[in-house]
């Protein structure tokens, strides 16, 4: 069975603070997906990223960056320079090859808060 | 706005009530998803299809929970006799997904619909 853990429920920081989501990840696959999407207020869930399996480089995209490390099963989200919009419940979750045979499991989501 | 819609976007019901929602996913998108969110989790799935093919349910789909996609466009999820159990938000999402393709394509999320049972 597939399992996504994000252990920090909620973080509170302040604006301009870099802050680290955590994701740790349990699959029997040896070829699958991870993804991070983010819920604002609004309830909408919004695509940020999607990894494989094969490719463990680490991603860059702005204030955005990914570290995913297969050795750890972890797959960690951090911001840099928070700002306020960037307040929002963020759900990391895990697929199979398949395109999703039994949709995507997602972890409990971390309520990241930042403050001005 | 081509995203993926939903409709309604809150539904307020009685026990013991039949309610319906209606999935509009992307237009090229040949597969979409169902999802169940209550407070604090995150979603949990319920079902998908192929084109007008239901190829997976949960065990989270009671009996009560019926979803169709006649036409292999807009699907519609019915829950009969609802339950305070019932309350959380119902997410559609549809991707684009082609046999022999090398990737995966990712999930697109509607904004959802949320339902209340009084």
């Known amino acids: 069975a597939q399992k996504v853990t994000q252990a920090q429920t909620e973080i509170s920081v302040v604006e301009k603070e870099d802050v680290t989501l955590d994701c740790v990840y349990e699959t029997r696959d040896t070829t699958y997906y991870l993804f991070w999407y983010k819920q604002p207020p609004s309830g909408e869930l919004v695509f940020l990223i999607r990894r494989n399996s094969f490719d463990e480089q680490n991603e860059i995209s702005g204030r955005y960056s990914w570290n995913f490390q297969k050795s750890t099963s972890s797959f960690n989200f951090t911001i840099t320079a928070s700002q306020v919009v960037d307040s929002a419940v963020y759900f990391c979750a895990l697929s199979d090859p398949g395109g999703g045979a039994d949709g995507l499991t997602f972890g409990k989501g971390t309520h990241l808060i930042i403050q001005p | 706005d081509t995203g993926v819609s939903q409709d309604p976007r809150h539904k307020i019901t009685k026990r013991g009530q039949n309610v319906t929602f209606r999935c509009d996913p992307i237009?090229?998108?040949?597969?979409l998803y169902w999802y169940r969110q209550t407070l604090g989790q995150g979603p949990e799935f319920l079902t998908y299809f192929q084109n007008e093919a239901q190829l997976e349910k949960s065990r989270l789909l009671s009996d009560r929970f019926s979803a169709e996609r006649p036409k292999g466009s807009f699907s519609t999820l019915e829950i009969q006799r609802t339950e305070q159990g019932d309350s959380a938000m119902y997410l559609c999402?549809?991707?684009?997904?082609?046999?022999?393709?090398?990737?995966?394509?990712?999930?697109?999320f509607g904004p959802g619909t949320r339902l209340t049972v009084l």
């Open positions: 237009s090229e998108h040949n597969r």
């Open positions: 999402a549809s991707s684009l997904w082609a046999s022999g393709r090398k990737t995966y394509n990712e999930q697109f």
